[in-house]
């Protein structure tokens, strides 16, 4: 375990020196300069090695007295396609007359705007930039004053990422280290560790199914399994902040999650006792050679499962996540955006080591009642890949599924003679047969099986209404024919966080009520395309879910910004400061 962790750091260390010196910072990436003239203001960008301009994010405004749009009345170098997107690769020198300024509006004073967004051919996407220069008639203001105004302002109002993401550069270490391990303590109650412990529960039934299970042993395969958990966190963390790709998200395909459900099917199969799960033989001679090989072999098997099952049972985007990723992409520290990642994943599997720990001290010793207690978390496994399947299979399938697995329990606890097990058998039987009543009945959610045949519509009524947009065109034209504010949320269907989102807090009648008033538009990243990631590249959202706004004017609140699972509460107190 030191070698591979050692290996696993040398890689990281490797990797963040060669982007220290690939990647620019913002400011020697795009080097924009202001020159007042005697009858014109000229704008030039500079930009750095491999640093590319999307063209249409170039935008030109006059905000002040009053916002208007004048970048098509500008001269703007002609564009080149690159990479399916239409992109400026040269310097850019753009003028913008005065006269054009006056026929626009009359004013003594005039505050020009210039809006960009860049990436470098490395891989890196920069945030979306702008520029400002305030033309009066005796006087002129730079740029860069106005900038100092603008973070003076914005600097009380960032979003709670953002906020996470300047205490990475700012903090101390010691300190930024235990801030993550407090995160990661929160999301340990959040559904994204959920999933994790019957897996976990399952691994240790196993292993004393043949001999006793010590408090020592049992924490010790629960903290193999957090510790792989927390290298895949980490390594799946550093890649998606320094490249921007969501690992993620890709392995949230249907033929990876096919796969994953069939693995755990087989767990199932297993754990009924059709046949043993072993390592290839030519692993385990060389195991044995030594004198702990058997114990060697679960200990490789615990690592796999407790890293496989990080990357596809629980992909969950939380501020701290989104905030270390946004840090690391940022600087190209992969180092200290690790090492955060690495923290919050332990404080995530405390939880887990808890389990370890009690079913080590309290479990009783081998026995005849192991083979039962096998058996039932061979069901729970199916349970897991039921809920794997959710992501791929229609919600009539799922239901069919769910209610033949209730009912095959429920027969199973049958055999079992005691009084636990007739109550818990009679309860499983009757919520199988309502899942296939509500099944025949056209219902699709397993949680609300009767919602066709209550005969109340007034949920329907009630319900908010998302426009889907599929890429950066359709969002902008959403935005254009928009005359309220607009709230855009990044969804997914594998997304757990995402689905609290939809059952929950806009299922809370103040909520609707708030929304009511606001044009919203669902970006569906599922799939994780092109057009998905550019979307997301756009606003600087490292994964679902997320919540971007703007305000009537058409202007992008940042400090609204929403990123994670919030309740109803916390979602209205962020709303309500800006709108």
């Given at each position: 375990m030191k070698k591979i962790l050692l290996l696993i750091c040398v890689f990281v260390y490797s990797f963040s020196s060669s982007l220290n010196q690939e990647f620019l910072e913002p400011n020697e990436a795009f080097k924009p300069v202001f020159t007042k003239n005697e009858d014109s203001l000229n704008f030039k960008l500079d930009l750095g090695r491999d640093i590319y301009l999307y063209d249409d994010k170039l935008k030109i405004f006059i905000t002040k007295p009053e916002k208007i749009e004048i970048t098509k009345d500008i001269n703007i170098p002609k564009p080149v396609a690159y990479q399916e997107f239409i992109v400026q690769f040269n310097n850019l020198d753009l003028?913008?007359?005065?006269?054009?300024?006056?026929?626009?509006?009359?004013?003594?004073?005039?505050?020009?705007?210039?809006?960009?967004?860049?990436?470098?051919?490395?891989?890196?996407?920069?945030?979306?930039?702008?520029?400002?220069?305030?033309?009066?008639?005796?006087?002129?203001?730079?740029?860069?004053?106005?900038?100092?105004?603008?973070?003076?302002?914005?600097?009380?109002?960032?979003?709670?990422?953002?906020?996470?993401?300047?205490?990475?550069?700012?903090?101390?270490?010691?300190?930024?280290?235990?801030?993550?391990?407090?995160?990661?303590?929160?999301?340990?109650?959040?559904?994204?560790?959920?999933?994790?412990?019957?897996?976990l529960s399952s691994i240790i039934v196993g292993a004393s199914k043949n001999e006793d299970m010590t408090a020592r042993k049992g924490f010790l395969l629960s903290l193999i399994y957090v510790l792989s958990m927390s290298v895949?966190?980490?390594?799946?963390?550093?890649?998606?902040?320094?490249?921007?790709?969501?690992?993620?998200?890709?392995?949230?395909?249907?033929?990876?999650?096919?796969?994953?459900?069939?693995?755990?099917?087989?767990?199932?199969?297993?754990?009924?006792?059709?046949?043993?799960?072993?390592?290839?033989?030519?692993?385990?001679?060389?195991?044995?050679?030594?004198?702990?090989g058997k114990e060697k072999q679960g200990i490789i098997g615990i690592a796999i499962m407790g890293f496989l099952s990080a990357l596809i049972v629980g992909p969950c985007v939380a501020p701290p996540l989104a905030g270390a990723l946004v840090y690391i992409g940022q600087t190209g520290d992969a180092i200290l955006g690790g090492m955060a990642l690495f923290v919050m994943s332990l404080g995530m599997g405390v939880p887990l080591l808890l389990i370890g720990l009690g079913a080590g001290r309290f479990m009783p010793?081998?026995?005849?009642?192991?083979?039962?207690?096998?058996?039932?978390?061979?069901?729970?496994?199916?349970?897991?890949?039921?809920?794997?399947?959710?992501?791929?299979?229609?919600?009539?399938?799922?239901?069919?599924?769910?209610?033949?697995?209730?009912?095959?329990?429920?027969?199973?606890?049958?055999?079992?003679?005691?009084?636990?097990?007739?109550?818990?058998?009679?309860?499983?039987?009757?919520?199988?047969?309502?899942?296939?009543?509500?099944?025949?009945?056209?219902?699709?959610?397993?949680?609300?099986?009767?919602?066709?045949l209550t005969g109340s519509k007034s949920v329907n009524t009630n319900e908010l209404v998302f426009q889907k947009v599929k890429n950066i065109a359709e969002l902008e034209l959403a935005i254009k024919n928009s005359d309220k504010p607009i709230m855009l949320d990044f969804w997914a269907s594998w997304c757990v966080a995402c689905k609290e989102l939809e059952e929950i807090t806009f299922k809370d009648k103040e909520v609707i009520q708030k929304l009511q008033g606001f044009t919203l538009l669902k970006a569906d990243v599922t799939q994780n395309s092109d057009e998905d990631k550019a979307l997301q590249k756009m606003f600087g959202v490292v994964g679902p879910p997320a919540l971007v706004f703007w305000d009537k004017n058409k202007k992008e609140v940042k400090s609204s910004k929403i990123v994670g699972y919030k309740n109803p509460k916390d979602f209205l107190e962020i709303i309500n400061k800006n709108f």
């Amino acid at each position: 375990m030191k070698k591979i962790l050692l290996l696993i750091c040398v890689f990281v260390y490797s990797f963040s020196s060669s982007l220290n010196q690939e990647f620019l910072e913002p400011n020697e990436a795009f080097k924009p300069v202001f020159t007042k003239n005697e009858d014109s203001l000229n704008f030039k960008l500079d930009l750095g090695r491999d640093i590319y301009l999307y063209d249409d994010k170039l935008k030109i405004f006059i905000t002040k007295p009053e916002k208007i749009e004048i970048t098509k009345d500008i001269n703007i170098p002609k564009p080149v396609a690159y990479q399916e997107f239409i992109v400026q690769f040269n310097n850019l020198d753009l003028t913008i007359p005065f006269s054009l300024l006056k026929s626009k509006i009359e004013s003594n004073e005039y505050e020009i705007e210039i809006k960009f967004q860049g990436c470098s051919k490395a891989g890196l996407c920069y945030a979306p930039m702008s520029e400002k220069y305030l033309i009066t008639n005796d006087a002129k203001t730079s740029n860069q004053e106005l900038k100092k105004e603008e973070q003076k302002v914005e600097a009380t109002t960032l979003n709670e990422t953002d906020s996470i993401a300047s205490s990475l550069k700012d903090g101390n270490l010691f300190l930024v280290l235990v801030t993550f391990l407090g995160f990661g303590l929160l999301l340990s109650l959040t559904p994204c560790v959920f999933p994790m412990i019957p897996i976990l529960s399952s691994i240790i039934v196993g292993a004393s199914k043949n001999e006793d299970m010590t408090a020592r042993k049992g924490f010790l395969l629960s903290l193999i399994y957090v510790l792989s958990m927390s290298v895949a966190y980490t390594i799946a963390g550093v890649i998606a902040g320094v490249f921007g790709a969501n690992l993620q998200a890709a392995l949230q395909n249907p033929y990876v999650l096919v796969v994953f459900a069939l693995i755990f099917v087989a767990l199932a199969f297993s754990m009924f006792g059709y046949f043993e799960i072993k390592l290839p033989q030519s692993i385990q001679t060389r195991v044995n050679k030594t004198t702990d090989g058997k114990e060697k072999q679960g200990i490789i098997g615990i690592a796999i499962m407790g890293f496989l099952s990080a990357l596809i049972v629980g992909p969950c985007v939380a501020p701290p996540l989104a905030g270390a990723l946004v840090y690391i992409g940022q600087t190209g520290d992969a180092i200290l955006g690790g090492m955060a990642l690495f923290v919050m994943s332990l404080g995530m599997g405390v939880p887990l080591l808890l389990i370890g720990l009690g079913a080590g001290r309290f479990m009783p010793k081998p026995g005849g009642w192991m083979e039962s207690i096998t058996k039932i978390f061979g069901i729970v496994m199916l349970g897991v890949a039921i809920w794997l399947l959710e992501r791929v299979l229609s919600a009539s399938v799922i239901m069919s599924l769910w209610a033949l697995l209730l009912l095959g329990t429920a027969i199973y606890l049958k055999t079992i003679t005691n009084m636990i097990t007739e109550l818990l058998s009679s309860v499983l039987f009757i919520l199988g047969v309502v899942l296939l009543v509500g099944l025949i009945s056209g219902a699709t959610n397993p949680l609300n099986p009767l919602e066709k045949l209550t005969g109340s519509k007034s949920v329907n009524t009630n319900e908010l209404v998302f426009q889907k947009v599929k890429n950066i065109a359709e969002l902008e034209l959403a935005i254009k024919n928009s005359d309220k504010p607009i709230m855009l949320d990044f969804w997914a269907s594998w997304c757990v966080a995402c689905k609290e989102l939809e059952e929950i807090t806009f299922k809370d009648k103040e909520v609707i009520q708030k929304l009511q008033g606001f044009t919203l538009l669902k970006a569906d990243v599922t799939q994780n395309s092109d057009e998905d990631k550019a979307l997301q590249k756009m606003f600087g959202v490292v994964g679902p879910p997320a919540l971007v706004f703007w305000d009537k004017n058409k202007k992008e609140v940042k400090s609204s910004k929403i990123v994670g699972y919030k309740n109803p509460k916390d979602f209205l107190e962020i709303i309500n400061k800006n709108f």
